[in-house]
């Protein structure tokens, strides 16, 4: 067998290159955005709901995407239903902050000594599994009839989903970022708000909006059995007073006006807050 | 000329699940103002562990650990450790941020000086163009520049440096050390290096502690010019020297 031959070559100069680097065409730039084909989603998910309504043909089962949105705009107009989601938001703020308050306080001794740890597994394993709504009828017992007992259920929802998740987060903080914490002479409560949260963000982001999404969900059931608070119930009791007049546009209206909310906390406020925070820090994709 | 760094007779354990381990056994050592003191030797010889203790996150349960004659009992800034991990770095925090984040927190400067001082020693490192990049965005080697130019701005006493280069690759770490060379030219800082690489130990350090493994104690305490220099009692050169000494049993075996 002969010796394979080496060879030298001369590099091509830069000019020579035809290209290396070429824009995308409008349509991918278009695309490459999040919120355009989230939209398209929609858009076709409206499509399918409009075609299928018309097919089915029963109003009283099944209105279609106009007779919805004809009634969520009359709701808007008359039917007050702007106020019922404003009051119904009302409520969640209050349960979210409280629960979050408590969350911060649980975890704040779970990760300050042992046994608030064991004290924080413990609670979580117990009650994370409760569903909240479960816990209603004890509330209207200790509560009355009224928004104490909501915010009561509505602490319990969140509560627990973000205590476990900022734990969590807290306790896969890198063993080299809590060195170079205490490293700067930082510790007590410098470190955890200048280390262990931003460190840990990512987790604590997804358990506030586990806790939000449990929240609003809560809420909605709770209303559904009980709204009737201080004169005006908020959305839940909106989509249950509908169902019993028999207008089932309306209801379907509340429950889009559930849905709004939902998508656009979670795309205008959670997104923002992700964009700023882990997207920019690279800690997630 | 007295010792900036002392460690007298100090012994080293940690636990692990089911066992206790002895990492060293009596160490002694001095590390001199403006000394490059390397801890050399194979895994498992302690001089992580070594180093650790002398950053204050170990306590010895024999023997003392003295910095400017005040014994180490907890980590502070005035011992600033550059790790092997990529993640030493705030990510959150920009490269600039990161620099200036030690000296207000750590050393308390005021913003102004501490922005000062950090573009200083970004500079020093030629990471000027970068000082406004996030971490994630920026390569293994320029990382672990951010995190030596971190340090040295702190102006420690003693800089504390864990294999700093380990994680990087051979043309890169070649560089690094090029780099951390001609920064101690510059300023001459002290610092304690921990290496396994033989070579390494012997063109950064000025000084170099060899240790054997299982528990980590004092083998030897070699000058090096960061030639390679030959022993002209033995004709061997440092690195072979080296060589011999740390992996002397096994030689023995081969040659039978």
Same mark, same amino acid.
């Given at each position: 067998m002969t010796e394979r031959p080496e060879f030298v070559r001369e590099l091509a100069t830069d000019n020579a290159f035809g290209v290396v680097q070429k824009p995308l065409t409008t349509f991918e730039r278009i695309w490459n955005q999040g919120y355009v084909r989230k939209a398209a989603i929609l858009v076709v998910l409206a499509l399918v709901w409009e075609l299928y309504a018309r097919w089915v043909n029963n109003e009283l089962v099944f209105p279609t995407f106009l007779a919805t949105v004809d009634a969520f705009w009359d709701g808007i107009r008359t039917g007050g239903i702007l106020q019922r989601a404003g009051h119904s938001i009302?409520?969640?703020?209050?349960?979210?902050?409280?629960? #979050?308050?408590i969350a911060a306080i649980f975890t704040g001794l779970a990760i300050s000594t042992r046994f608030g740890q064991d004290l924080l597994e413990t609670l979580t394993s117990m009650f994370n599994p409760l569903p909240a709504i479960a816990l209603l009828p004890l509330a209207l017992i200790w509560f009355g009839l009224g928004t104490g007992s909501l915010i009561f259920v509505l602490v319990h929802s969140v509560l627990w989903a973000v205590a476990l998740n900022t734990h969590s987060g807290f306790k896969s903080v890198s063993n080299t970022l809590r060195m170079v914490g205490k490293n700067y002479g930082l510790s007590? #409560?410098?470190?955890?708000?200048?280390?262990?949260?931003p460190a840990a963000f990512p987790s604590i982001l997804t358990g506030l909006k586990i806790g939000w999404a449990f929240a609003w969900r809560t809420l909605i059931a709770a209303e559904l059995v009980f709204g009737v608070s201080s004169g005006s119930g908020g959305l839940g009791w909106f989509i249950f007073e509908k169902k019993n007049q028999l207008e089932i546009p309306s209801v379907f209206a509340g429950l889009f006006c559930v849905i709004i909310i939902g998508l656009l906390v979670e795309n205008l406020i959670f997104r923002t807050i992700e964009a700023r925070t882990v997207r920019r820090w690279g800690m997630q994709t | 000329m007295t010792a900036l760094l002392d460690v007298r007779g100090v012994t080293l354990q940690y636990k692990t699940? %089911?066992?206790?381990?002895?990492?060293?056994?009596?160490? %002694?050592?001095?590390?001199?103002?403006? %000394?490059?003191?390397?801890?050399?030797?194979?895994?498992?010889?302690?001089?992580?562990?070594l180093l650790k203790a002398v950053g204050g996150y170990m306590t010895p349960v024999e023997g003392t650990i003295t910095l400017k004659g005040r014994e180490v009992t907890k980590p502070g800034p005035d011992r600033m450790m550059v790790f092997q991990e990529f993640d030493q770095l705030l990510p959150w925090k920009t490269v600039k941020q990161n620099v200036m984040f030690a000296l207000t927190s750590g050393a308390r400067m005021s913003t102004r000086a501490a922005e000062e001082k950090a573009l200083h020693y970004?500079?020093?490192?030629?990471?000027?163009?970068?000082a406004d990049s996030y971490p994630h965005m920026l390569s293994g080697g320029m990382k672990a520049r951010v995190a030596i130019a971190r340090g040295m701005a702190m102006e420690p006493d003693i800089l504390l440096m864990d294999e700093p280069f380990a994680a990087l690759d051979a043309l890169t770490r070649r560089k690094m050390q090029d780099e951390l060379l001609q920064l101690w030219d510059d300023t001459k800082f002290t610092v304690l290096f921990v290496t396994h690489s033989i070579p390494e130990a012997v063109k950064i350090g000025s000084?170099?502690?060899?240790?054997?493994?299982?528990?980590?104690?004092?083998?030897?305490e070699l000058n090096s010019n960061g030639q390679d220099k030959i022993d002209s009692a033995t004709g061997m050169a440092l690195t072979e020297k080296i060589q011999r000494m740390?992996?002397? %049993?096994?030689?023995?075996?081969?040659?039978d």
């Open positions: 009302r409520i969640l703020l209050q349960g979210y902050a409280i629960g #979050l308050l007590g #409560l410098g470190y955890v708000t200048k280390i262990l949260i | 699940r %089911d066992h206790l381990v002895t990492a060293t056994y009596r160490v %002694d050592f001095e590390v001199l103002q403006s %000394d490059r003191f390397v801890l050399l030797g194979p895994s498992g010889c302690g001089k992580s562990t970004i500079d020093k490192v030629n990471l000027t163009k970068f000084r170099i502690l060899l240790l054997s493994p299982h528990p980590g104690q004092v083998k030897a740390l992996f002397a %049993d096994e030689v023995e075996q081969v040659h």
